[in-house]
């Protein structure tokens, strides 16, 4: 970027002062620095800053049985009102994950695992300190792909209502 292209920056570098031996050798250039801050400084000010989600859920699963987006709808109606209220979304976070699938012998193994996590206070960063968590596992013989991904969503949602019922009573 040319700190010259500026008018107020030509002017002053035309102007008697800009002569050799005058002030303006110095005055000019930070001159054309101070417009450039003072330009640069009022797009800032009109920029919106991005505004994190007050609710962050997070989810770790096997694409294969169930995807993140699923999993987070699944944590997001699971979880009432009354547990952000003790638990609030910006200083806690939960975390599920599935994971199993179908071995060799056709059998699905499921387990499926949700945690409450705390955020820092400035950051607001996820720390493995786990507050609550909840594990529900499961195997059924002679599944197939579509039935195991039906029993990773049903042991999510047993896991997540073992989370809730420890944090508040219903």
Not at 41 to 54: D, F, I, L, S, T
Not at 135 to 161: H, M
């Amino acid at each position: 970027m040319k700190l010259t292209g500026n008018p107020s920056c030509r002017a002053r570098r035309n102007s008697p002062a800009g002569r050799p031996g005058g002030l303006g050798l110095i005055a000019a250039p930070i001159a054309c620095a101070l417009a450039l801050v003072a330009a640069l400084g009022a797009g800032a000010v009109q920029a919106q800053p991005v505004r994190e989600a007050k609710s962050l859920l997070l989810d770790l699963s096997a694409e294969s049985l169930i995807d993140g987006e699923t999993a987070r709808a699944m944590l997001k109606e699971g979880i009432p009102a009354k547990v952000w209220k003790v638990y609030p979304e910006g200083k806690w976070t939960f975390l599920s994950q599935v994971e199993g699938g179908l071995t060799r012998e056709g059998i699905c193994v499921v387990t499926a695992r949700v945690v409450l996590l705390p955020r820092t206070g400035t950051v607001r960063a996820v720390l493995w300190r786990p507050e609550k968590r909840a594990t529900a596992f499961d195997a059924k013989a002679g599944a197939t792909a579509e039935q195991c991904k039906a029993l990773a969503k049903d042991k999510l949602k047993e896991a997540i209502a073992g989370v809730v019922s420890a944090l508040v009573k219903t």
